[in-house]
Structures are given as structure tokens and as C-alpha cells.
């Protein structure tokens, strides 16, 4: 069988059907930090907690990822589409510069949470996989901190889309069950 190569752009835009949520992943310590925008967050284990990130091997996370041996997970709720800009570079933020305009706190490993957020989770780092471009980073979770919002920011056809629990249940109730089980037919 030959083999077709699948081109760059068909390969991108089956991915932008995969609704992905929306965090920031923050590398470093004191001024020598940085982050950036992902939808690549994957739970891996829940025994022992255990996520992994797809980081571009070319980005200014990996090298300090790498030499800190730490990072931060910070989970986006669906106000916080400012933060998901200026982390994936509008206005041409860079480093340390991207952090300004929002709460952080200094977590266990040294990095960066997001204060706010759904959930911010601070990972050692296990393992790092280089495969093509990109490094497969396995993180062991060593703090989490939870908050009590529940919309969230995901990413879809190329745009940020906001998830309300609550209200996205009730839209979906109105337009899966017919009318006629509503009104109790």
C-alpha cells in the first residue's frame, strides 16, 4: 500500500474539530519565567496524579521546563479570555511581561499559579519525550489548588468558546429531549 503524506494543513484542520480546554502553561522562577497558551493538557494517571503537555520544543517554556525541572498547569475559566491572549502572545508580550494584569502566587516548585483559576496545578517534572517538534512532558502533580467557579475556556474552530456548566446542561435539555417527554406525554 503506498502511503499518502497527509499535509500540514489537512492535519491542522482536523484538529480544530477537537475542542480542547484552554490553560497556561508557567515555567521558571522569580523573574526568570514565562508561559504560554495550550489545549494539550492530558490527565495521564490518577494513581499517582499524573498529567503530561505537548510543549513545542522551539517555545520559551521548554528550555526553562527543562531547567527547573518544574511547571504550572493554571485550567482557564471561561472570563479569563484576556489571560489566554496575552499568554499566546497578542500584543507581543513576551517572558515575564505576560504575567502582568493578573494574581499569581508562588507555588511549591517555585512556579507561577494563576490565582483564579479553575484549577491551578503544580507538577514536577517525571519525563520529557522528544518527538518531532515537540516534547511530551510528563508531570507528577504535587499541589493542586481548586477553585469554586465552573465555566471554562475551551478552544474550537479556531476561536475560544465559553463552557457554563449550568447553563449549557439547560440548553441541551431544551433541544435533545423532545417536547413531548418535556411535557410529560
Not at 494543513?9 to 508557567?26: C, Y
Not at 490527565?43 to 526553562?64: E, G, H, Q, W, Y
Amino acid at each position: 500500500m503506498t502511503e499518502i503524506p497527509v499535509s500540514p494543513a489537512d492535519f491542522r484542520g482536523a484538529m480544530r474539530h477537537l475542542t480542547g480546554g484552554v490553560s497556561i502553561i508557567t515555567a521558571g522562577r522569580g523573574k526568570d519565567i514565562t508561559g504560554m497558551t495550550v489545549t494539550s493538557v492530558t490527565s495521564l494517571s490518577v494513581d499517582p496524579p499524573t498529567l503530561l503537555v505537548s510543549i513545542n520544543r522551539d517555545a520559551s517554556s521548554f528550555p526553562l521546563i527543562r531547567r527547573y525541572g518544574a511547571f504550572g498547569v493554571n485550567i482557564l475559566a471561561a472570563d479569563q479570555l484576556d489571560v489566554a491572549e496575552r499568554f499566546a502572545g497578542k500584543g507581543g508580550l513576551k517572558g515575564a511581561e505576560r504575567f502582568a494584569g493578573s494574581q499569581w502566587v508562588t507555588s511549591v516548585s517555585g512556579v507561577p499559579l494563576l490565582v483564579g483559576a479553575l484549577s491551578a496545578v503544580d507538577c514536577e517534572v517525571e519525563e520529557i519525550v522528544e518527538r518531532h517538534s515537540h516534547g511530551i512532558v510528563i508531570g507528577r502533580v504535587r499541589d493542586v489548588r481548586n477553585s469554586a467557579r465552573s465555566a471554562a475556556l475551551a478552544y474550537w474552530h479556531g476561536q475560544y468558546v465559553a463552557i457554563d456548566q449550568d447553563e449549557d446542561a439547560a440548553r441541551l435539555a431544551d433541544v435533545s429531549v423532545p417536547a413531548s417527554v418535556r411535557r410529560g406525554v
